[in-house]
């Protein structure tokens, strides 16, 4: 089996050292939709580096681009074909707000290893700390399709009971058809996301955009609409992904208020509505 979980469970955590500074954090919020209307003051806070604010979900990306899943696949007891992989899910503890420009250390680690039947999951977990303590906590759910199956343990179930009533804001973003190709400077490189024939092979018509990138978008929506635009309002952010998204697409992103929390559920507005994220909380102060 390509997968040893044990192996792959015991290998030592990876730590190097990562840098980012303002530059980074502007072309992950244009890549993430960031910029529009250009001159909008809401959206100078993201595309202007005198006023910048950065989105918590830049630490997806932060120093290195690769968002846990590519360097998931390299860990030791890890050896499969990067085309039956998919992103499952996300999750993100912010332990302070991000600076626009830093140096930390990241430390990485294979922590969970799930067989769901007809595929793996694994998770890996990325912490990272600067000179004045932990900054954030990243969980990159790797799915792995046929790689299940050797009688190991499920892990917990993600879906969460579906939010009541209506939603108290729903909004609409529309992804550009060159969406995937500028979010992927921010260093995922899956080429996934751009080759058409890559995208044949592992079964989709034309590249899909970035799971990380909807996340991104989604959460940029909920802190403009329900946050005041304050990034630093943010504690945690997960999310299952659900589907793809095409290039060229509307993301429907419907919010619910709770107490500390927003609940949140994305479709393709094209597709009529089929689910792009699930099971998908922002807390918040």
Partial sequence: MPIDAAKALAAEPRAGEITWDRKDVLLYHLGVGAGVPATDPDELRYTLESRLHVLPSFATV???????????LSMPGVDVDLARVLHGGQSLTLHRPLPAEGTATATGRIAAVYDKGKAAVLVMRTEVTDADGPLWTNDAQIFVRGEGGWGGDRGPSARLAPPAGDPDKTVERHI??????????????????ADPDFAKAAGFDRPILHGLCTYGTTLKAVVDTL???????????????AGVVFPGETLRIRMWRGEGEIRI?????ERADAPVLADTIVEHS
């Fill in 62 to 72: 932060a120093g290195s681009g690769s968002p846990g899943v590519i360097s998931g």
């Fill in 176 to 193: 550009r058809e060159d969406q995937a190709l500028l979010y992927r400077l921010s260093g995922d490189w899956n080429p996934l996301h």
């Fill in 227 to 241: 946050l005041d635009g304050d990034v630093t309002r943010v504690r945690a952010y997960a999310t299952r992904f």
């Fill in 265 to 269: 559920a994305v479709s393709a507005v």
